[in-house]
């Protein structure tokens, strides 16, 4: 049996190496000459799955180390009876994690403070609920906006599209579909961004052509958004204009923990245990994070403090400085760049390998809420 497998993979040769021959390639690379005697594909969100690729081939299942499918045609894949499994869930709090990084960097260079604020979350899924229970956890008013969940639980609140797009911070955490009453593909259009706030910050982790960019373009000239973009329209093909604005850009990494990784690694290696009726064990540790410690020493949530904490575990500056370095370059040198930070990415780790010390009772809260493990420096009567 011949598997093939995107190089970006954690622990790829190690855990597919069980099944039989295994060829790892660039996401790129992975071509239907290549997949002509190949059985088994595992990529990630950069190959397109689809009868271009797979027509000819002997591939009988696919599997994808990805939350997202929009890469994959699965529609063609029923109609050829391939096997398909995903990751969802796999890196969902590496993805929140980022967005509390992110957003804390923003609120503490614009000196914007969270009291009375309130978030738009658009699309409540694996990230999305975990986001919210972040907000929460921060002291902002939650809007929850997501129209499947909303049909499949009539008695939870949820709210419009348009009311979630007018909080003073809106966040999306939907996948990419082209179709349908819930289609997501230019969702935020020139019709409904006019309806933001002016000085709103704006943070896409889900897929770049969910916001039209273009219209977005247009609005920015207009009004003062604050953008947190790691997703792209067109990527790696990046709008530098876009670019040039955001506040904080990234390439395609919130999802980027060892954790989240790992996890995706083990739920495509157990879906093909099961597709193949096999039992073979893959077992991995993950190496001891340095320097866990961490303190905290205002007896409040302040954004300059909290966001420094963040910093410790993962400087999302220093990815945005290293992804700007695009804006100086050839298109055909931004493309190749986009792909190198990518592959060569080092991955962070998730907050739960932290410890923090803080003397306040509602601190200790809300950082056991975000998994962080905590030790009390002292009693105090907060």
Same mark, same amino acid.
């Given at each position: 049996m011949k598997l093939v497998i995107?190089?970006?993979?954690?622990?790829?040769?190690?855990?597919?190496?069980?099944?039989?021959?295994?060829?790892?390639?660039?996401?790129?690379?992975?071509?239907?000459?290549?997949?002509?005697?190949?059985?088994?594909l595992i990529v990630r969100s950069v190959t397109n799955v689809d009868e271009n690729l797979l027509?000819?081939?002997?591939?009988?299942?696919?599997?994808?180390?990805?939350?997202?499918?929009?890469?994959?045609?699965?529609?063609?894949?029923?109609?050829?009876?391939?096997?398909?499994?995903d990751a969802k869930g796999c890196n969902s709090f590496a993805v929140a994690e980022y967005f509390l990084t992110a957003l804390m960097k923003v609120c503490s260079e614009e000196k914007i403070s969270l009291q009375d604020?309130?978030?738009?979350? =658009?699309?409540?899924?694996?990230?999305?609920?975990? &986001?919210?229970?972040?907000? +929460?956890?921060?002291?902002?008013?939650? !809007?929850?906006?997501d129209p499947p969940l909303e049909r499949k639980n009539p008695q939870e609140k949820f709210y419009s599209l348009d009311e979630a797009l007018q909080c003073d911070i809106?966040?999306?955490?939907?996948?990419?579909?082209?179709?349908?009453?819930?289609?997501t593909f230019h969702l935020l259009n020139e019709d409904n961004l006019k309806k933001m706030k002016d000085g709103a910050i704006l943070i896409n982790t889900s897929r770049g052509a969910v916001i039209d960019n273009a219209s977005l373009r247009? =609005?920015?000239?207009?009004?003062?958004?604050?953008? &947190?973009?790691?997703?792209? +329209?067109?990527?790696?093909?990046?709008? !530098?204009?876009?670019?040039?604005?955001?506040?904080?850009?990234?390439?395609?990494?919130?999802?980027?923990?060892?954790?989240?990784?790992v996890n995706g690694t083990i739920m495509i290696f157990n879906a093909l245990n099961s597709f193949l009726g096999t039992d073979y064990?893959?077992?991995?540790?993950?190496?001891?994070?340095?320097?866990?410690d961490l303190s905290y020493n205002q007896n409040y949530l302040d954004a300059e403090e909290f966001s420094n904490l963040l910093m410790k575990i993962y400087d999302v500056e220093k990815d945005s400085l290293q992804m700007k370095k695009m804006l100086y370059f050839s298109r055909e040198d931004r493309i190749k760049y986009f792909d190198t930070l990518r592959k060569y990415y080092r991955l962070r780790r998730e907050f739960n390998n932290y410890i923090v010390k803080t003397n306040s009772q509602q601190m200790k809260k809300i950082f056991?809420?975000?998994?962080?493990?905590?030790?009390e420096q002292f009693n105090d009567s907060i």
């Open positions: 995107d190089e970006n993979i954690a622990f790829a040769r190690e855990a597919f190496s069980h099944f039989g021959e295994t060829v790892l390639l660039a996401g790129r690379d992975i071509t239907r000459e290549v997949l002509k005697d190949t059985d088994i027509d000819g081939t002997a591939v009988k299942f696919v599997g994808t180390a990805t939350i997202g499918t929009d890469h994959i045609d699965l529609n063609y894949l029923k109609s050829r009876n391939i096997t398909f499994a604020k309130s978030i738009g979350i =658009i699309g409540v899924g694996n990230v999305g609920s975990k &986001v919210a229970k972040f907000s +929460e956890l921060l002291g902002l008013k939650v !809007l929850k906006n809106v966040t999306l955490h939907v996948p990419l579909t082209f179709d349908g009453d819930d289609k247009k =609005i920015i000239l207009k009004k003062n958004l604050h953008l &947190v973009f790691d997703v792209w +329209e067109n990527e790696p093909d990046v709008d !530098l204009s876009l670019l040039e604005r955001v506040k904080i850009g990234t390439p395609h990494i919130a999802g980027y923990s060892m954790e989240g990784k064990q893959f077992d991995f540790s993950l190496p001891e994070v340095d320097n866990n056991e809420g975000m998994r962080f493990k905590v030790i």
